[in-house]
Nanobody, 119 residues
Framework: VQLVESGGGLVQPGGSLRLSCAAS????????MSWYRQSPGKERELVAA????????NYAGSVKGRFTISRDNAQNTVNLQMNSLKPEDTAVYYC?????????????WGQGTQVTVSS
């Protein structure tokens, strides 16, 4: 199983970045996908989530209206379009795959990609 994030980097405030997560080794289309982020000294937080078929999305209040999550089940990818970036968006961004299995869950994480918003 692999989740490989890409697209992070350094961007000025107000700029945009598009993160991608490429999945392999599991049935991508049956997993809900999420993006989390973690900055130094803070807990990992949910940024955005999308259901397995892509019919429903959910966003943290701090990114609503600026970030958009999408997925392509044919390509086994999930993306996070980030616009109007702020310095407080600086963090390592992680891709997560989750499937409910009876009384438990199957969860996979990527290795993370650094996003730095600074002038």
């Amino acid at each position: 199983v692999q989740l490989v994030e890409s697209g992070g980097g350094l961007v000025q405030p107000g700029g945009s970045l598009r993160l991608s997560c490429a999945a392999s080794g599991f049935t991508f289309s049956t997993y809900d996908m999420s993006w989390y982020r973690q900055s130094p000294g803070k807990e990992r937080e949910l940024v955005a989530a999308i259901t397995s078929a892509g019919g429903s999305t959910n966003y943290a209040g701090s990114v609503k209206g600026r970030f958009t999550i999408s997925r392509d089940n044919a390509q086994n990818t999930v993306n996070l379009q980030m616009n109007s970036l702020k310095p407080e968006d600086t963090a390592v961004y992680y891709c997560q795959a989750m499937e409910r299995l009876g009384f438990g869950y199957s969860i996979y994480w990527g290795q993370g990609t650094q996003v730095t918003v600074s002038s």
